[in-house]
């Protein structure tokens, strides 16, 4: 079998293209940066009949990067739909073979645009972002991820565990014989193992964390800031002075100590674990009770549900007692997210006691106070939602933070397990040849780098809508 080439039979007219716009790209960098310093990219004024002013030098060299920049997306974007319909991997080249596999991926982002951008209207905060380019593009990133998380079964070409022999560090389109599929796409580690799917696999991992653990976060910062910052007085400088004795620590050696092994056999992990994992049910309940209150039919359903649901997780999540067996979580994993959880908690509540303290003074907070409301409606009904657009905006914000500590993590040999395909883990596992094989380590190191990105750019697109709101 033949050893794949990066673009296949289509690179043959396209590369030489590509090439030719990034050096027309870099060129008109260098050429707008040399107009910059040298005053020549002033802006158009009209001058004294009522006549524009010539275009100065630095506007043709910013023509040039947008053209430039664009002649490249083309480029590949041509590359990887000639490579995707190839009838064969050696045709098509790895880009045009990783196009094929993620054909999941292409039709769950095609239906998802085509509909948010259909009921933008209708759907709030969410439709409004796709007003911001920035915005939008950031959530492609994300959601790119998020499906790939979803369908990493249907991606895969190999066990990201199994082990060929002969394929030891090997590079980039390499054929695997004894495989179905027969080439490992991104090259082999220096396990013999398929680094394309353990890419693909690594992202389930950091997904299956990332955003439940910040969510728990929320839930435990939201209702404890909530009425530090209504009430004030010695409920809150008792709260604060906890969350600033947690934050004093620095986050990393924090981190570092909560997910070691010797941490874990002392059963700290589990009563932290009983201790956050309540918050959720009690956040919830309190939201129901105080929305439902003038009617016990509705709270009792609502409230009873919480509770039961709530209590089977809690279980099973803290405790691992559920009976059912549904509810449950590994050792590792409940270090890693119990101390996700507890870092991030005190980070959060000190947003919302700040938006709290604020927002408290408005007047349809005093309206709703004189027309009786309870502070607990007016807290989480009327204040909450008032709150959103920042809250959303570090909740995107806070994913991408959490999800570099779980790379350090993963790269300092403390993530979920040794042989995880989790993108810190793999990085670890390739820098001790990186000299040698950059290909094991570069390539989860791009796709964290790009998940992190697009939610850094999905929280500006958010935060710009945010303000307009």
């Known amino acids: 079998m033949d050893q794949l080439t990066w673009t296949g039979t289509a690179g043959t007219l396209l590369l030489p293209l590509l090439q030719i716009a990034l050096l027309a790209l870099a060129l008109g960098l260098v050429a707008k940066l040399l107009f910059v310093l040298a005053g020549l990219d002033g802006p158009r004024l ?8 010539a275009r100065s030098p630095g506007d043709f ?3 040039g990067i947008r053209y430039s920049f664009f002649a490249a997306v083309a480029a590949i974007f ?3 739909a000639a490579g995707a319909v190839m009838p064969s991997p050696v045709e098509a080249g790895i880009l045009g073979a990783m196009a094929v596999r993620f054909w999941p991926v292409w039709a769950a982002l095609a239906a998802t645009f085509v509909l948010s951008l259909r009921f933008r209207r209708r759907l709030g905060l969410y439709g409004k972002l796709f007003d911001s380019t920035v915005g939008m593009i950031g959530f492609a990133i994300v959601m790119f991820w998020v499906f790939t998380a979803i369908f990493a079964d249907v991606i895969v070409t190999h066990d990201a565990f199994a082990q060929l022999s002969g394929l030891k560090n090997k590079p980039p389109g390499i054929a695997a014989p004894d495989s179905a599929y027969g080439w490992y796409l991104l090259g082999g580690d220096h396990l013999a193992r398929d680094v394309f799917s353990r890419m693909v696999m690594g992202a389930r991992e950091v997904l299956k964390i990332a955003p439940a653990a910040t969510l728990f976060a929320f839930m435990v910062g939201i209702t404890l800031g909530l009425p530090a910052g209504y009430f004030g007085g010695r409920l809150d400088t008792v709260i604060s002075f906890l969350a600033n004795l947690v934050l004093a620590f620095p986050v990393i050696l924090l981190f570092y100590l909560l997910v070691t092994p010797e941490i874990r056999n ?3 992990p589990v009563v932290l674990a009983a201790l956050l994992f309540i918050f959720p049910i009690i956040f919830l309940t309190v939201l129901f009770n105080s929305r439902f209150y003038t009617d016990p039919t509705k709270r009792n359903i609502y409230v009873g549900l919480t509770l039961l649901i709530g209590l089977w997780a809690y279980s099973g999540l803290a405790f691992n007692r559920d009976p059912l067996g549904i509810w ?9 997210f ?4 507890f870092v991030n908690s005190p980070g959060v509540f000190r947003i919302v006691r700040g938006l709290v303290m604020d927002i408290k003074a408005r007047d349809y907070v005093a309206a709703g106070q004189t027309r009786g409301e309870g502070p607990w409606y007016i807290m989480l009904w009327e204040i909450l939602p008032n709150a959103r657009g920042p809250l959303i905006v570090d909740f995107c914000l806070r994913i991408g933070y959490t999800t570099i500590l779980l790379g350090t993590l993963g790269f300092f040999g403390l993530g979920v397990s040794p042989d995880s395909p989790d993108w810190g883990s793999t990085i670890d596992d390739g820098r001790k040849l990186l000299n040698l094989f950059p290909h094991p380590a570069v390539t989860p190191a791009l796709a964290l780098m790009s998940l992190v990105l697009g939610l850094n750019l999905l929280a500006d697109g958010l935060r ?3 303000l307009k709101d």
């Not at 009209?46 to 002013?53: H, R």
């Not at 449950?328 to 890693?336: A, D, F, G, H, T």
């Open 46 to 53: 009209p001058s004294a009949d009522g006549t524009i002013a």
């Open 61 to 63: 060299a910013s023509l």
């Open 78 to 80: 041509f590359m990887l």
């Open 266 to 268: 002392t059963g700290i």
């Open 328 to 336: 449950s979580m590994q050792p590792n994993m409940l270090n890693v």
């Open 338 to 341: 119990v101390s996700v959880v």
């Open 464 to 466: 710009e809508e945010s």
